[in-house]
């Protein structure tokens, strides 16, 4: 968020002194003496520029929309075109040109010739504002405690930490710049040339641990991504091809952060480290087509090379004097991975009613970085045995069949069947297969009614045995990992319309999926997710629009864990449930040269955790939110060219989350927090600004 700039008010300010009244009488003969004639190149679009007022700055509220502060904001947009009888043209945006996320962007060109954008946006991600932290030194790569001190066994030992505890904002801002350019040659060339870059800072939470002993601190950032895309393309009559480059360069500035350590551990560790994400590169080269010899037959399909690499120095594998210099088998990881991507759809029509589709794709990911033993430090306090470092790849194979029959002119049936194959190394299973099943069914058994229904079934099966790694501590032979267990997903998904008449009508959207992991003893063994949507809309005529609409959803998920590193002795139950409604009401010249609007939402959210053990039964507290918004407006036309527009801004939110509610600094012995406090708020804001258009 920007403060008030000077640019603003002078437009803002023209815009309330110039007459009302004689712009009126000028775009009203203007109108009349236009009403038939040829269409005019020249520029037209509007400008727009007010004030913003915003009661109390709350991260919830305020997130992405750009402020970063209460009070009063000078705010505008503009969105300008200009188009010439040769085709050339040009046009200027702005959005929210007065707050700190915002975007600008400039497009011009000669249509089928040439085209070119320039595009900017500002992007705010208020994240905390309640955190406090007793580092100084945010936003840099070093967080040191005052020179005076005194370490302790836990948070409550710890004398010096009111004092040195300070209010801090964990916020992250986003700069991406793009350019780019696209010409024709003939009727049959196309070049296509994009740049982006990508610059991000500010700060979020991370955790720094000494063995039993930890803290949360503000960790920063300061990266910057660049990405080109380049390709060209052919397009014939029956056919046509594009080769695609795709680079991405990641860069980022801090390489480590840095943390004194608060408290007494073994060992006297004095500060921490922690490497920060590495520069890294992405290179991709496609060739992607399509082709249609025939009215009754298609194809298209891509196939596309890649290459990941990070060669980025290690930093030192520990920080600790007392535990001596720790030697690394090598001076950077130089990680390569490559990849391989390909698929191909083909559609033909068998007779004028079926139409069959044949689709196969395969997916590699080949992990090619180098294989050494590092002597593993833990927590900069004591160093273990020697571990190898695992270079994970797989590789991804399969298909689909599927059939669409129209039985009828208002009745169509569809079928399919697809198999994929993954095999991975360095994981707890070699290989997995998966037959997945599905049958739709799309009518319209009357004029007024739209009915689909789809069903679908999918069985994972791992092929050989489950495996867990050699890893300390070992994990429990029979835990299952949920992304590789054996699973069967059945889901049902329906959906319609009903159109009581031209202004009224009436929706249905529903989902049930159901994942049973059948051969799971610890872990996820069963997740439900039900989702109904229900919305309606009427329109009598252009001057009034009205909608509404309510959603609930159910997701509940059983776990089952052991404490006994053998067979299941306790199982948990995670159930959240929201239901959220809204609605809205658009009037335009109800009242002559008046537009209102309000719109309003209401979110529920509820979710419980009951744990079934050996001790008696035991629910957690709820985490519970509850968000209502209402947005009110008014726009008041006083000729063609002038008009006043007001809005106003309601909402409220409130959230209990008890694993951070009455969370302060020093509540867990072993853990140093932030401080965090879930929102609670009742919030206005209020925007006045005028638009002139021609």
Not at 138 to 160: F, H, I, M, Q, Y
Not at 415 to 420: D, I, M, N, P, V
Not at 582 to 596: K, T
């Amino acid at each position: 968020m920007v403060a008030p700039r000077l640019h603003w008010i002078l437009p803002f300010g023209a815009a309330l002194i110039v007459s009302p009244a004689s712009v009126m009488a000028e775009s009203d003969n203007t109108a009349e003496e236009c009403e038939a004639c040829a269409f005019e190149w020249e520029p037209r679009g509007y400008v727009e520029a007010g004030i913003l007022w915003l009661e109390e700055d709350e991260p919830e509220f305020t997130d992405y929309r750009g402020f970063d502060r209460d009070g009063l904001f000078l705010n505008g947009a503009i969105d300008v075109i200009d188009r010439d009888e040769d085709g050339t043209y040009w046009s200027l945006q702005g959005r929210n040109l007065g707050l700190g996320s915002r975007s600008a962007a400039i497009h011009a060109g000669k249509q089928g010739t040439v085209n070119y954008f320039l595009d900017y946006q500002e992007l705010n991600h208020n994240l905390y504002d309640s955190t406090k932290t007793a580092f100084s030194g945010v936003g840099s790569e070093r967080l040191e405690l005052s020179a005076n001190w005194v370490r302790g066994d836990t948070t409550k030992d710890l004398p010096d930490l009111d004092l040195a505890l300070r209010e801090i904002d964990i916020e992250l801002e986003r700069r991406t710049l793009s350019t780019g350019l696209q010409f024709f040659q003939g009727e049959n060339w196309d070049y296509d040339f994009q740049y982006t870059v990508d610059e991000r800072d500010g700060t979020r939470l991370m955790g720094g641990s000494f063995l039993l002993r930890s803290a949360i601190l503000p960790e920063p950032v300061d990266d910057i991504t660049h990405r080109f895309d380049l390709s060209v393309g052919y397009l014939a009559k029956l056919w046509q091809l594009r080769l695609a480059y795709h680079g991405s360069f990641f860069d980022n500035d801090n390489k480590s952060l840095t943390w004194d350590n608060p408290f007494v551990v073994p060992g006297d560790a004095p500060r921490g480290r922690s490497a920060a994400a590495p520069d890294n590169r992405f290179n991709r080269l496609m060739l992607s087509g399509a082709f249609r010899p025939t009215r009754w037959f298609s194809g298209s399909g891509h196939i596309a090379v890649g290459r990941l690499e990070q060669d980025e120095s290690f930093i030192p594998a520990t920080i600790n004097p007392s535990l001596g210099p720790v030697g690394l088998p090598r001076q950077d990881l130089d990680a390569e991975v490559n990849t391989l991507n390909a698929r191909l759809r083909l559609t033909g029509n068998a007779t004028r009613r079926l139409t069959l589709k044949a689709e196969g794709f395969f997916d590699e990911r080949d992990n090619d970085t180098p294989v050494d033993s590092y002597r593993q430090v833990g927590t900069d306090l004591f160093l273990a045995e020697l571990r190898e470092n695992r270079p994970y790849s797989f590789d991804k194979s399969g298909g689909e069949l599927s059939a669409d029959y129209r039985l009828t002119n208002t009745t169509d049936i569809s079928a399919g069947y697809g198999r994929e194959r993954s095999e991975f190394t360095f994981q707890e299973v070699d290989a997995t297969d998966t037959d997945s099943y599905f049958g739709e069914l799309q009518t319209r058994p009357g004029e007024r009614i739209e009915l689909r229904v789809r069903l679908g079934w999918e069985d994972r099966d791992i092929d050989g045995g489950y495996d867990p790694l050699t890893i300390a501590p070992p994990e429990n032979p029979l835990l299952r990992k949920f992304n590789l267990a054996d699973r069967d997903r059945r889901e049902i998904k329906i959906s319609g319309n009903y159109y009581a008449s031209a202004q009224l009508s009436f929706g249905l959207n529903s989902v049930y999926a159901n994942d049973d992991y059948r051969n799971s003893s610890i872990g996820l063994t069963e997740a439900r997710d039900t989702m109904v949507t229900l919305d309606a809309s009427y329109s009598p005529d252009q001057s009034l629009n009205a909608y509404v609409y309510f959603t609930h959803q159910s997701i509940v998920s059983d776990i089952a864990g052991s404490e006994s590193f053998g067979r299941p002795d306790w199982f948990a139950e995670n159930d959240d449930t929201i239901n959220a409604f809204g609605g809205g009401v658009q009037a335009r010249e109800v009242v002559p040269h008046l537009e209102l609007g309000v719109d309003l939402s209401y979110t529920r959210s509820r979710g419980t955790i009951s744990i079934n053990s050996r001790t008696p039964d035991q629910e957690l507290p709820k985490l519970e939110a509850d968000r209502f918004s209402t947005r009110i407006y008014g726009e008041y036309s006083l000729s063609d060219r002038w008009s006043y527009r007001l809005d106003y801004w309601l909402e409220y939110y409130d959230q209990e989350d008890f694993f951070i509610d009455g969370l302060a600094p020093d509540t867990s012995d072993n853990v140093l927090t932030a401080n965090r406090e879930s929102p609670d708020y009742l919030i206005h804001a209020v925007g006045i600004s005028a638009r002139y258009r021609f």
